[in-house]
């Protein structure tokens, strides 16, 4: 969109109004992004936000590093080893993190708009970010050192926020041609299981 109102993108006041939300509006939006009974997009759209759109990713971010520095150090100190600390951690999470939302989100737009949808570019990338939301918990519990159970809860996140993910881009698709979902469906899919997969090995496993 190159404007809105009587701003155009290039005005600081263009991009003002997507910050418009307060506490609340943010988690309401991510209590629906993590137990999706009503739709996400039908309250985004009412007022969309690029607010939680970044800074629930942002907090993915560091609630992960923290945890699996902890989760590292216990192991480290049950095995009688020296700690070693590896800031690469924080540096891998924010390129695997913000790439997946911003490019797969652009993508889900880009893709939704050529084959005759109708998408908002602040919504594509509102569902990735606050699909990020149900991991900030995972990670959480995920330092308990059992790696059963840390399976568990990595195939529960997969889980709420593969079908958080896919019904609102499906809700997106749903306003275009059929072929549409035939085509990017498998393709977002294969991207989140290749994310959970690096979240799994990289952030939840420690020895």
């Known amino acids: 969109e190159a404007a809105s109102g009587a701003h155009s993108a290039w005005h600081i006041e263009y991009w003002a109004q997507y910050f418009n939300v307060d506490s609340r509006d943010v988690v309401q939006r991510t209590y629906l992004a993590v137990v999706p009974k009503d739709s996400f997009l039908d309250v985004y759209n009412a007022n969309p936000d690029l ?4 800074w629930v990713p942002t907090s993915v971010i560091f609630a992960m590093f923290v945890t699996a520095s902890l989760s590292q150090g216990i192991a480290e100190a049950l095995a009688g080893t020296k700690r ?5 951690m924080l540096t891998f999470a924010v390129a695997t993190i913000y790439t997946y939302v911003f490019a797969v989100g652009g993508f889900v737009y880009g893709a939704t708009k050529y084959f005759g949808s109708s998408p908002g570019l602040m919504e594509c990338l509102s569902v990735y970010g606050y699909g990020m939301a149900v991991w900030i ?3 959480v519990l995920c330092v308990l050192p059992f790696n059963w159970f840390r399976w568990a809860m990595v195939a529960v996140g997969f889980a709420l926020s593969g079908f958080f993910i896919m019904r609102s881009v499906n809700q997106i698709v749903s306003r275009s041609n059929g072929r549409l979902h035939k085509a990017i469906i498998p393709l977002l899919l294969a991207a989140h ?15």
Do not use: A, N
Not at 51 to 54: A, L
Not at 84 to 88: A, R, S, V
Not at 193 to 207: P, R, T
């Open 51 to 54: 607010w939680g759109t970044f």
């Open 84 to 88: 070693q600390y590896d800031f690469t």
């Open 137 to 139: 918990p995972i990670s």
């Open 193 to 207: 299981v290749l994310l959970v997969l690096v979240f799994k090995l990289k952030f939840f496993s420690y020895s």
